[in-house]
């Protein structure tokens, strides 16, 4: 039960969001021309694709520098590029309680659509020991590669809320046997900063 009501309100905060993004998109534009750097916090809700399952609850901090600034870039569509650190902290319910701790080295690539909406691609592999009882985890040192998508929408010049979908997949890349995988949905909100 504990966890349905968990799942509820991580799914209720992701439909409040999505439901405020088309009023934020005429609140604020982005005035980040000057800026190299942005730092954010990302919350997130996954799920596993396959039995059994597993559902993480995460914290995700992250920092990044502009390797191209979308404000100043000279990129077809105005593309940006940047690399992000983001680290992560889950609470995991599956067969028992557990958690798990690590980071990803990521690079986003930013198309501004609007002054106040910006959609990105990020990808990359990290890191991660998983301390949770789940057949698809048969060891707690992983590596995890991940793609996803999203928006950062201007709520002022230089803050953004930040929603986000990602693929993760965690294993060992075959370094000991068995070496099932575990396979997550990643849906993110947050806010990110830029400076």
């Given at each position: 039960?504990?966890?349905?009501?968990?799942?509820?309100?991580?799914?209720?905060?992701?439909?409040?969001?999505?439901?405020?993004?088309?009023?934020?998109?005429?609140?604020?534009?982005?005035?980040?021309?000057?800026?190299?750097?942005?730092?954010?916090?990302?919350?997130?809700?996954?799920?596993?694709?396959?039995?059994?399952?597993?559902?993480?609850?995460?914290?995700?901090?992250?920092?990044?520098?502009?390797?191209?600034?979308?404000?100043?870039?000279?990129?077809?569509?105005?593309?940006?590029?940047?690399?992000?650190?983001?680290?992560?902290?889950?609470?995991?319910?599956?067969?028992?309680?557990?958690?798990?701790?690590?980071?990803?080295?990521?690079?986003?690539?930013?198309?501004?659509?609007?002054?106040?909406?910006?959609l990105f691609?990020?990808?990359?592999?990290?890191?991660?020991?998983?301390?949770?009882?789940s057949p698809?985890?048969?060891?707690?040192?992983?590596?995890?590669?991940?793609?996803?998508?999203?928006?950062?929408?201007?709520?002022?010049?230089r803050w953004?809320?930040?929603?986000?979908?990602?693929?993760?997949?965690?294993?060992?890349?075959?370094?000991?046997?068995?070496?099932?995988?575990?396979?997550?949905?990643?849906?993110?909100?947050?806010?990110?900063?830029?400076?």
């Amino acid at each position: 039960m504990r966890s349905n009501g968990r799942r509820g309100f991580v799914l209720a905060s992701l439909i409040m969001v999505a439901l405020l993004i088309p009023r934020m998109l005429q609140a604020a534009d982005f005035e980040i021309a000057d800026c190299r750097y942005d730092f954010g916090l990302r919350l997130g809700y996954g799920y596993s694709w396959k039995s059994p399952s597993v559902h993480l609850y995460s914290l995700l901090p992250r920092w990044g520098i502009f390797i191209v600034n979308p404000h100043t870039s000279t990129l077809p569509g105005k593309l940006g590029i940047s690399f992000e650190v983001e680290g992560i902290l889950s609470i995991a319910e599956a067969r028992d309680t557990g958690w798990e701790l690590g980071f990803t080295p990521l690079l986003k690539f930013t198309l501004p659509v609007t002054p106040g909406l910006h959609l990105f691609l990020e990808g990359g592999a990290g890191m991660i020991t998983q301390q949770f009882n789940s057949p698809n985890v048969p060891h707690s040192f992983n590596f995890t590669p991940q793609v996803g998508a999203g928006l950062d929408v201007a709520v002022a010049s230089r803050w953004a809320v930040t929603v986000a979908y990602r693929f993760r997949h965690s294993s060992n890349a075959g370094i000991v046997e068995p070496n099932p995988g575990l396979n997550v949905n990643f849906f993110h909100a947050g806010i990110t900063y830029f400076y």
